[in-house]
C-alpha cells in the first residue's frame, strides 16, 4: 500500500497558495489517467506527511555515539538506543586485534614524508617569520621563544638543529637588556602594581625562563662531543661553542653567565686541540681584554683555577697564556676618585665650611647617585681594584703551584706570566720567588746532563735554554719592578753567572734566531721537531731574550753593583760569540759592546790596546763564572776577524768599534 501510494506520488508536483484557495494539482506527462474519487483522501494522507517536522533537536546520547540512525517506512528518522549493560560486550567485540593496530601503525609510518630540502627551506621561513615578530614587538610575541624551544627538542634534522641554534642566538642578543634581572621576592608579589609594570614582569620572567632552557640545551650539545665523537655530535657542539662565545661576548653581564663560562673552561679541561677548543680559547681571551669591571674575569679566573687543581695542572699550554691577556691593575691609579680628580687634598688645603642644612642634602644626593649607579650597573674604581685583586691573588697561586709541582709543558707560560705581572707581586713573595727559580735552572741544568725516563716530569720537547732565559728574565723583571722602588737588595748573582755561561752554546745553537712565528721547514732527522713549537705566546728568540737580560743586568741596575771584572769578562764573551752567531745575533752583540764601551769607557779600554796589558796570568775563557776568568789578561783581538766578515755591516760594526776609546785628536776620551 504504502509503495503504491509512493509510485503514484513520484511524478506530481504540489504548490500550497494559502488555507482558502483551493489546492492545485499539476500533472506530469507520466501519468496516464487520474483518478478524481480517491484525490481528496490521497491528499490528506499527503498532508499528514508534510505537517511532520523535519528538524528535530538532537538529543546527546552518549549511549547511542557511534550508531547510525534509521528511517521508517513511514517517513520518520529514529536513533538507536543501546543497552548500558551491553555496551562493553559490544565495545569488545568491535574492538580490532593487535595485528590490525600493528598494521595501522606501519601504514602510518610508511606515509611519505617531505624531503629534507624542503623540510630546511620551510624551517627557515618559519625561524625568519618568528624573529621578525620578535624584533618588531617582543612583549606581544614573547610566546614564539617557546615554539623555538620545541623546534629544537622535536626535529631530528642536524641543520635544522643547528640553525634553530644560532636563530636563538641572534634573537637573544636583541631582546636581553642591558642590566641583570633578578627574581622577584615574595614581598614584591603581593605588592599591587599597574598594568604595565604586571606586563614588564610577565615579559622579564619568560625571558629568563626560555634563556635558561636555552643555556642548558648549549651545555648538552657542547658536552655531547666528549662521549660521542659522530659527526653530527661534532658539528652540533661546534654550533653550541659558537653560541656561548657569541652570548659572552655580547651579554656577559645576563644571567647565567656562570654556566657559560663552565662550557668553555670544560671545554678547555680537554688537550685534544680542535676548532671548538681553538674558539673557546680565543673568546677567553677576548672576555679578559673586553672586562671593565672585573667581574665576569675574576668568575672565568675562578673556574680556571679550579679546574687546573682538579686536572692535576696536567693542561693545554695555551690554556694557561689566557691570563696573559688579563687586564690586572695596569690601568689604575689608587690616588685617583671616580672621576679622575685626585682624592687627596693640596697640602695646606682648608676643609670648606658645611652647615647641617647642606650636610643632610649632600647625604641624600650620595644615596640617589648610589641608587643611580645600581641601576646603571657603574662600577666605582675601588671595587674594580678589589676584583682585580683578588684574581691577580689566584694568578699568583697558580703560577707559583706549578712552579713547585713542575708540570710538563707549562714552565715557559709560567715564566712569561711572572715576568708580564713582576711589577706586582707582593715583595715578602721576593725570596720564595727567587728560590724557585733558582730551582728550576739547576732542574733544566740537570736534565739536560742526564736525562731521567722514569721521571714523571720528562718532556723532551722542552727547550732547557729557553726556559734558562725566561728565569733570567723574570728575575730582573723583579729587580726592575718593586724590587729598586721598595729599596729591597737583591743578590742577582746566580742569574747573571748563568747567563754569561750559557752564552758559548747559544752562540752554536742554529734555531737562536728563530721563534713560534718563523717560517721554516723543519729537520726531519730531528725526532722531536723544531724546539719553539707553535703553542709559544712569547715569540721573542733566545738571542733576544739574552740582550734584554743584559740590558737589566747593565743598563737598569746599579753601577756599582756591577764589578770591573764581571763586566769585562761579558764583552770578551760577547766578542767571543760575535764569531759564531748568525748575521743578526752577531750585529746585536756588536751593538751591547758599543753601548757598553761608551759607558764605561776606562774600565774597558785596556781590553782594545795591545800595547799593554794591567791583568796577570793566563785569560780562562772556558770557564763557566765570570769572577774567574781573568779577562784583563788578553785582549779583543776579534775585531780584526770581524773587519773581514761576509757581511759588510758586521765589518763595518767591527771597524768603529775601537774608535769609541780614541777622540778625534788621538786623545783618550773621559
Known amino acids: 500500500m504504502g509503495n503504491k501510494k509512493q509510485k503514484t506520488n513520484r511524478g506530481q508536483a504540489r504548490v500550497k497558495i494559502s488555507d482558502d484557495v483551493p489546492h492545485i494539482r499539476f500533472a506530469t506527462s507520466t501519468d496516464a489517467s487520474i483518478d478524481t474519487t480517491n484525490t481528496k483522501n490521497n491528499w490528506n494522507e499527503e498532508q499528514d506527511w508534510e505537517n511532520l517536522p523535519r528538524k528535530q533537536k538532537k538529543k546527546k546520547d552518549d549511549e547511542g555515539a557511534g550508531r547510525l540512525p534509521i528511517k521508517l517506512p513511514d517517513g520518520q528518522v529514529k536513533r538507536v538506543k543501546t543497552v548500558v549493560v551491553k555496551k562493553e560486550e559490544v565495545v569488545e567485540e568491535e574492538m580490532p586485534e593487535e595485528e590490525e593496530v600493528e598494521e595501522v601503525e606501519q601504514k602510518e609510518e610508511e606515509k611519505p614524508k617531505l624531503p629534507e630540502k624542503q623540510r630546511v627551506l620551510l624551517a627557515k621561513e618559519e625561524l625568519a617569520n618568528i624573529a621578525i615578530m620578535l624584533n618588531e614587538d617582543p612583549e606581544e610575541h614573547i610566546g614564539q621563544l617557546k615554539r623555538l624551544r620545541e623546534m629544537l627538542e622535536q626535529d631530528s634534522s642536524l641543520i635544522i638543529k643547528k640553525l634553530v641554534l644560532a636563530t636563538q642566538a641572534a634573537v637573544y642578543k636583541d631582546l636581553i ?89 670544560e671545554k678547555l679541561s680537554t688537550r685534544n686541540v680542535d676548532e671548538s677548543f681553538v674558539k673557546a680559547r680565543e673568546c677567553m681571551e677576548e672576555v679578559f681584554r673586553a672586562d671593565d669591571d672585573g667581574n665576569i674575569s675574576l668568575d672565568a679566573v675562578k673556574l680556571l683555577t679550579k679546574m687546573f687543581k682538579s686536572k692535576d695542572y696536567y693542561i693545554h699550554e695555551t690554556v694557561l697564556n689566557t691570563f696573559l691577556s688579563l687586564r690586572l691593575l695596569t690601568e689604575l691609579n689608587p690616588n685617583r676618585g671616580n672621576d679622575g680628580e685626585f682624592r687627596k687634598r693640596k697640602r695646606g688645603e682648608k676643609k670648606p665650611f658645611i652647615n647641617k642644612r647642606n650636610k643632610k642634602l649632600e647625604k641624600e644626593r650620595k644615596a640617589i647617585a648610589e641608587e643611580l649607579k645600581e641601576a646603571d650597573a657603574a662600577v666605582s674604581h675601588e671595587q674594580r681594584e678589589k676584583n682585580q685583586a683578588e684574581t691577580l691573588k689566584l694568578v699568583f697561586i697558580a703560577y707559583f703551584k706549578i712552579l713547585k709541582e713542575k708540570p710538563p709543558g707549562l714552565m715557559a707560560a709560567t715564566l712569561e706570566g711572572l715576568a708580564r705581572y713582576a711589577h706586582l707581586i707582593n715583595v715578602d713573595f721576593f725570596g720564595d720567588l727567587l728560590e724557585a727559580l733558582k730551582d728550576l735552572i739547576k732542574h733544566s741544568e740537570a736534565r739536560e746532563n742526564e736525562i731521567d725516563e722514569d721521571s714523571r716530569y720528562a718532556d723532551s720537547t722542552r727547550n732547557s735554554t729557553r726556559e734558562s732565559l725566561l728565569c733570567i728574565a723574570t728575575a730582573f723583571a723583579l729587580l726592575g719592578g718593586q724590587g729598586t722602588e721598595s729599596g729591597v737588595s737583591l743578590d742577582l748573582s746566580f742569574f747573571t753567572t748563568h747567563l754569561y755561561k750559557i752564552l758559548l752554546p747559544l752562540s752554536v745553537n742554529p734555531d737562536c734566531e728563530f721563534s713560534s712565528k718563523s717560517l721554516r721547514i723543519a729537520d726531519p732527522s730531528d725526532p722531536h721537531g723544531p724546539s719553539n713549537p707553535k703553542t ?89 763564572d765570570p769572577e774567574l776568568s781573568n779577562p784583563y789578561a788578553s785582549t779583543v783581538w776579534e775585531t780584526i776577524l770581524l773587519e773581514k766578515h761576509y757581511s759588510p755591516k758586521i765589518a763595518s760594526a767591527a771597524k768603529e768599534l775601537p774608535k769609541v776609546f780614541k777622540s778625534d785628536n788621538g786623545k783618550q776620551r773621559n
Open 536 to 624: 709559544r705566546v712569547n715569540v721573542a728568540t733566545e738571542i733576544e731574550m739574552s740582550i734584554r737580560a743584559m740590558e737589566e743586568i747593565f743598563f737598569k741596575t746599579r753601577s756599582g753593583q756591577i764589578s770591573q771584572n764581571r763586566l769585562a769578562a761579558f764583552v770578551k764573551r760577547l766578542m767571543t760569540t760575535s764569531l759564531h752567531f748568525p748575521e743578526r745575533s752577531s750585529l746585536a752583540c756588536l751593538g751591547m759592546v758599543t753601548r757598553l764601551s761608551k759607558r764605561h769607557v776606562r774600565k774597558l779600554e785596556s781590553l782594545f790596546s795591545t800595547e799593554e796589558t794591567v791583568g796577570d796570568g793566563v785569560y780562562n775563557g772556558l770557564t763557566d
Open 177 to 265: 637588556p642591558g642590566y641583570r634581572i633578578r627574581p622577584l621576592t615574595e614581598e614584591e608579589q603581593k605588592i599591587k602594581v599597574s598594568k604595565d609594570i604586571k606586563k614588564q614582569r610577565q615579559f622579564e620572567q619568560s625571558l629568563v625562563a626560555n634563556y635558561q632552557h636555552y643555556v642548558e640545551a648549549l651545555t648538552k650539545f657542547a658536552r655531547a662531543s666528549r662521549y660521542d665523537q659522530s659527526k653530527p655530535a661534532k658539528a652540533l657542539s661546534l654550533m653550541a661553542i659558537n653560541c656561548v662565545c657569541a652570548l659572552l661576548k655580547h651579554v656577559p653581564h645576563f644571567n647565567f653567565r656562570g654556566e657559560l663560562l663552565k662550557v668553555l673552561v
